[in-house]
């Protein structure tokens, strides 16, 4: 049997984050992962265009996961609207003092820096491709059983595992699940006059379209619809895309052309609002999982896993009752506070109702008008929620100069 501080089951953006970062405060850590190595088959690491929010860059930069290789186009500016219906947002980064919200990094490029950190940090054991198939706990240790037949045994086990998360559902860990019969098809395009560090959420009587800016004049598109509007769509030819791509934006930037590949998510909202028991935890997607709408959903994970780094900080014991409970409620506020607010966005501006259309106009006027609302929308953005995680605090200058 193997003996480690922490096990990570599920190697994603969040469980490989949190493995780092546990191994960086001097944790054994087992990683389990399902899926090889190779980052291009990683489900977790795929083309997805990842807003990261200002206090995200901060956790990855001090976990020492940005370098300079990994390409980050900025987002200074965030330009809302409705197609059909009044209300305009436009919130720039310098009317509250920063240069920017975030930066958009491709999910891939990510990915190959977190499995270089994985392979190359001290203290970190990958068991890949394998997954877990049981565990058992006990007032002192968890004990993990492999389908290979490995036996790994830890203070604690942390499910990174994804929306089906497999150490959620044998912990009995209640989660509300809400289908929305929507999927998000992802693509990139050329655009020949691509403005530059500009994020564009465009809410359309189908569902929100978002643009986002990528590196060589591209921009990453992320469009939703019904999901059976969606199975249509991913086999247009690509003329007709554009055609209708440019019909749903409104305008098209001098000429859109070159598509990439599509790929397509069901979109589903999950909450679990207790995330521990006994030597157990969930994070990431395995707690909770939001619809794209605002570019929450790693964002959230991040700071799961700056919470539970805070908390698991200088306990001789890392999986003892008090500090995860501790976890549970210090997370708890962010947590249901970021899925009910992407749930309302993904609900208010898509629903065909008039007086559901009228308030949404009303509340992009509101957010337009007055500064305090504009304020408390762009700080939501940067992911500065309370009580901010030490990984994301800007304490360093060197930390927010690096993000950038
Ligand atoms: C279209 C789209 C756009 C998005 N845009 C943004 C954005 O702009 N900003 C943002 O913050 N978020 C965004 N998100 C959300 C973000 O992609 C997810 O929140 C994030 O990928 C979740 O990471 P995770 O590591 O928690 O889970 P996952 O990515 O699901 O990773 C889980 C890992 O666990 C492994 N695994 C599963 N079961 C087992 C098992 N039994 N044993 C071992 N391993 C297992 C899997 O192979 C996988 O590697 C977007 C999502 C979509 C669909």
Redesign the pocket.
């Known amino acids: 049997m193997k003996a480690f501080d922490v096990i990570v089951?599920?190697?994603?953006?969040?469980?490989a984050t949190l493995a780092v970062a546990l191994a960086r405060t001097g944790r054994r850590v087992a990683v389990?992962?399902?899926?090889g190595r190779i980052a291009s088959s990683?489900?977790?690491y795929d083309d997805?265009?990842?807003?990261?929010n200002a206090a995200?860059l901060n956790i990855l930069c001090a976990l020492e996961l940005l370098p300079d290789t990994l390409t980050r186009m900025p987002v200074a500016r965030i330009e809302v609207s409705r197609a059909g219906g009044f209300g305009h947002l436009v919130l720039e980064a310098k009317q509250f003092g920063r240069e920017r919200f975030g930066a958009v990094i491709i999910?891939r490029e990510l990915g190959q820096v977190l499995l270089q950190a994985l392979a190359s940090t001290p203290g970190i054991a990958s068991f890949c491709p394998?997954?877990?198939v049981s565990f058992k706990t006990d007032q002192s240790s968890v004990s993990v059983e492999l389908a290979s037949g490995t036996v790994l045994n830890a203070a604690l086990l942390v499910g990174?595992?994804?929306?089906?998360?497999?150490v959620r559902q044998l912990a009995g860990l209640p989660c509300q699940r809400h289908d929305y019969g929507e999927s998000?098809m992802?693509f990139n395009i050329q655009a020949r006059l691509a403005p530059t560090a500009t994020a564009w959420e465009r809410f359309t009587p189908q569902g929100p379209l978002a643009l986002?800016p990528q590196s060589g004049g591209r921009l990453g598109v992320?469009w939703i619809d019904r999901s059976e509007a969606i199975a249509e769509t991913l086999n247009w030819p690509d003329q007709h895309l554009l055609d209708k791509l440019v019909e749903r934006l409104g305008q098209d930037f001098g000429g859109l052309s070159r598509p990439g590949k599509r790929a397509c998510?069901p979109?589903v909202r999950q909450r679990t609002p207790w995330p521990v028991s006994q030597r157990v935890v969930v994070?990431?997607?395995?707690a909770n999982?939001?619809h794209?709408v605002s570019?929450?959903?790693?964002?959230?994970?991040l700071r799961d896993v700056g919470g539970l780094v805070d908390v698991l900080n200088n306990q001789d014991d890392p999986g003892n009752e008090a500090a995860l409970l501790r976890y549970a409620r210090v997370r708890q506020d962010d947590q249901d506070s970021t899925v009910r607010y992407t749930d309302t966005l993904a609900r208010a501006f898509t629903n065909p109702s008039r007086l559901a259309r009228l308030m949404s106009g009303i509340g992009l006027a509101a957010h337009a008008a007055w500064p305090t609302l504009g304020a408390r929308l762009a700080q939501a953005a940067m992911g500065f929620r309370e009580p901010v995680c030490s990984l994301a605090r800007e304490s360093t200058s060197a930390a927010r100069e690096q993000a950038a």
């Open positions: 089951n599920g190697g994603g953006l969040a469980g389990i992962e399902a899926t990683q489900p977790s997805r265009t990842l807003v990261i995200s999910a394998d997954r877990l990174a595992d994804g929306n089906h998360s497999a998000a992802i986002l992320v998510y979109l994070v990431g997607n395995a999982a939001v794209p570019a929450q959903g790693f964002n959230l994970g």
